[in-house]
T-cell receptor
Framework: EAGVTQFPSHSVIEKGQTVTLRCDPI?????LYWYRRVMGKEIKFLLHFVKESKQDESGMPNNRFLAERTGGTYSTLKVQPAELEDSGVYFCASSQDRMGTTNEKLFFGSGTQLSVL | DAKTTQPPSMDCAEGRAANLPCNHS???????VYWYRQIHSQGPQYIIHGLKNNETNEMASLIITEDRKSSTLILPHATLRDTAVYYC?????????????FGGGTRLMVKP
């Protein structure tokens, strides 16, 4: 079974440019999450999709970040325009069950390392 | 969600048991204890979770004290590949945000 895949694995862009990160969850997983770790900080939640709907986007830092999940399959996270402080590792995760069910667990991808210069 | 306190780093000899402690003194009755780990250059990986009973799976054992204010993750026979940052996370069985709150974790170094 394929795991959560993220593309690209690395991205280097200049300040002011736009970058789009992609996440393909495990097939059949309705829940999709985005997290990120910026330099020297802890991993932080960004948002949560249930199928194509945004369940919780309380962690999105500002309106330069736009996440979509059209059709409830893969998701994209666009940063426009990128700033220096956006540099970090962006993780995507998916789960099959609603958080809180007995067997709930998140499967994470390997992340996208974003460097904004 | 309750805060957790973990030592920033620990060493363990290869083949020995690794015991990673976690304090969660403000845990409430309906909050679970989850453990994840992050091996370098990979995403976090689920290990185990529990409410109040001790739990064991193919990866590890979780021992939760009777008052639930602390827990210990046990890797029975640590290998070099277990070198990682281990996160103890306490969260409600269900919360509206469905988020995991990662702290600083414990950096476990398994040495030959």
């Amino acid at each position: 079974e394929a795991g959560v895949t993220q593309f690209p694995s690395h991205s280097v862009i200049e300040k002011g440019q736009t970058v789009t990160l992609r996440c393909d969850p495990i097939s059949g997983h309705d829940n999709l999450y985005w997290y990120r770790r910026v330099m020297g900080k802890e991993i932080k939640f960004l948002l949560h999709f249930v199928k194509e709907s945004k369940q919780d986007e309380s962690g999105m830092p500002n309106n330069r970040f736009l996440a979509e999940r059209t059709g409830g399959t893969y998701s994209t996270l666009k940063v426009q325009p990128a700033e220096l402080e956006d540099s970090g590792v962006y993780f995507c995760a998916s789960s099959q069950d609603r958080m809180g069910t007995t067997n709930e667990k998140l499967f994470f991808g390997s992340g996208t390392q974003l460097s904004v210069l | 969600d309750a805060k957790t306190t973990q030592p920033p780093s620990m060493d363990c000899a290869e083949g020995r048991a690794a015991n990673l402690p976690c304090n969660h003194s403000t845990i409430s009755g309906n909050e679970y204890v989850y453990w994840y780990r992050q091996i370098h250059s990979q995403g976090p990986q689920y290990i185990i979770h529990g409410l109040k009973n001790n739990e064991t799976n193919e990866m590890a054992s979780l021992i939760i004290t009777e008052d639930r204010k602390s827990s210990t993750l046990i890797l029975p026979h640590a290998t070099l590949r277990d070198t990682a940052v281990y996160y103890c996370i306490v969260r409600l069985q269900y919360n509206a945000g469905n988020m995991l709150t990662f702290g600083g974790g414990t950096r476990l170094m398994v040495k030959p």
